[in-house]
């Protein structure tokens, strides 16, 4: 099984830019299903993007599509998620989720079974 480990988070203010990584240890992404989630106080986690490894579709949450863009390494075992035009809306705690591909829906939390611990977004108006 993989572990996984967020980083790049911070604080900027509205219309900046950050590019979050998630490295995997433990094994490679070849098999999964990655994704970004977040989570503000309060609140379920919310899907934001996911990919298969093995190809396929990319899907993003309409809130971000245009803005961040998912991508990933040739060593596969790193993903990134780059934030462009960051609103305060997006402030949360932003986590990287794995599951086999095939698994379950890519926009369910509930459907993943690895998880980092989160990297916080703050982005101030």
């Known amino acids: 099984q993989v572990q996984l480990v967020e980083s790049g988070g911070g604080m900027v203010q509205a219309g900046g830019s950050l590019n979050l990584s998630c490295a995997a240890s433990?094994?490679?992404?070849?098999?999964?299903?990655v994704g970004w989630f977040r989570q503000t106080p309060g609140k379920e986690r919310e899907f934001v993007v996911a990919?298969?490894?093995?190809?396929?579709?990319?899907y993003y949450t309409d809130s971000v599509k245009g803005r961040f863009t998912f991508s990933r390494d040739n060593t596969k075992t790193a993903v990134y998620l780059q934030m462009n035009s960051l609103e305060p809306e997006d402030t949360a705690v932003y986590y990287c989720?794995?599951?086999?591909?095939?698994?379950?829906?890519?926009?369910?939390?509930?459907?993943?079974?690895?998880w980092g611990q989160g990297t916080q977004v703050t982005v101030s108006s």
């Open positions: 989720a794995a599951v086999r591909t095939g698994w379950g829906s890519p926009y369910e939390a509930d459907d993943y079974d690895y």
């Open positions: 990919e298969n490894w093995s190809g396929g579709n990319t």
């Open positions: 433990g094994g490679t992404f070849s098999m999964y299903r």
